[in-house]
């Protein structure tokens, strides 16, 4: 006869029930779904970083054209220092390494250009987005609402990436750490 | 996960924002972009007109005994940025008859009012590397004056700086832009151009 009557060294059935059963279903469902919207959004912002690369000179228009940087210096760094690093973060996303560090720092930066956005539609000025080159993702044309909305489903999809603990087909599994 | 997993993502976050920003520095060392125009866009910009003629105050019409011409001279005290000139001396490269002028504003815009003459070039017609097919008809020695909207347009600019990076190196930026031309009742154009050549 098994007594029911726990210690605090005891783990407990519940408890011992639980350990044993592995990852929750939401977990087990957030880890499906972050496959598909791994290689997405890592695709989107490792062409998005590439288009930037290939023609510096138009993402320093399109960054003066937000008129927030003071400084020359900073417009450089900021240009060739943002597409950088969504190359970087898209890499790790695609191949699962840090992937949810990178799909944080995706976020970081969604969240940076959405306020750097509105700023821009209060103030009223006509610029260019400069996110995906001129061909625009689902928006077109000079920056408004719709780049704001489009931005806001990519940073769900990096929120959902980083609320995951476990990513299925991600080489950090390899190291014997998920979900960080 | 533990305390020090929750710490990891925040590092790692730290560490993939360096990672990306050397490499970019790296890059930035290998193509440099330019966000200015660069000093000496044009041999005869306002600055050096209004010291020439503060240095030879005696040569205004003692070389033809007429009086000097009825436009207002620059004064040497006046700053205008790098490259830019002011509505005199865009006048008087218009009537020399040698400068092309360039609207960098946009299609309807151009449409609606231009300077008369002017050829529709905005910044978008450089983009991905393109060059505007207006441009290959002009000598890299040829003045070209760049105009947008004023007060705060910058397009004039970043078309300057595109035009100094394809080798012209007579470029002008007309302060306070087509504003300033329409204000001192200087010659305009709208529709079409007569020769379609913008970009």
């Known amino acids: 006869m098994v007594s029911r009557m726990t210690d605090a060294h005891d783990p407990g059935p519940r408890d011992a029930a639980a350990e044993t059963a592995g990852p929750s279903v939401a977990t087990r469902a957030l880890g499906v779904v972050g496959v598909p919207l791994r290689l997405a959004l890592g695709g989107l912002f490792l062409w998005a970083g590439w288009i930037k690369i290939s023609h510096p000179q138009d993402f320093v228009d399109a960054i003066k054209g937000y008129r927030l940087l003071p400084e020359d210096h900073l417009v450089v760094l900021t240009t060739f220092a943002v597409p950088w690093i969504e190359i970087v973060c898209a890499a790790a996303l695609i191949v699962g390494f840090w992937t949810r560090a990178a799909a944080a720092t995706i976020g970081l930066m969604l969240v940076t250009f959405m306020a750097a956005g509105v700023s821009v539609i209060l103030r009223g000025i006509d610029v260019r987005c400069g996110c995906f080159g001129e061909q625009g993702l689902l928006c077109s044309g000079e920056l408004g609402w719709c780049h704001i909305g489009e931005n806001s489903l990519m940073l769900a999809a990096a929120a959902l990436i980083v609320a995951g603990s476990r990513h299925y087909l991600a080489v950090e599994n390899l190291f014997g750490r998920r979900g960080v | ?199």
């Open chain 2, 1 to 199: 996960m533990t305390c020090g997993d929750r710490l990891a993502i925040p590092l790692r976050v730290v560490a993939l924002i360096a990672l990306g920003t050397v490499i970019g520095l790296a890059d930035s060392a290998f193509r440099p972009v330019q966000v200015r125009l660069a000093p000496g866009a044009a041999a005869d910009t306002e600055q050096t007109r209004g010291q020439q003629q503060a240095d030879a105050p005696e040569r205004r019409g003692a070389e033809t005994g007429e009086p000097p011409a009825a436009v207002d001279e620059p004064r040497p005290s006046r700053t205008l940025p790098e490259g830019h000139i002011g509505i005199e001396r865009a006048v008087e490269l218009f009537d020399e008859g040698l400068a092309q002028f360039l609207d960098a504003r946009h299609r309807d815009e151009f449409l609606e009012s231009r300077i008369m003459g002017a050829h529709h070039v905005p910044l978008e017609a450089f983009r991905r590397g393109r060059t505007p097919e207006v441009l290959e008809f002009f000598a890299f020695d040829t003045p070209l004056v760049v105009y947008c909207g004023g007060g705060d347009c910058e397009a004039s600019e970043d078309v300057a700086i595109r035009l100094q990076q394809s080798g012209f190196q007579r470029i002008y930026i007309l302060h306070d832009g087509f504003p300033a031309w329409l204000d001192a009742g200087l010659p305009v154009e709208d529709g079409e151009p007569a020769m379609e050549g913008g970009w």
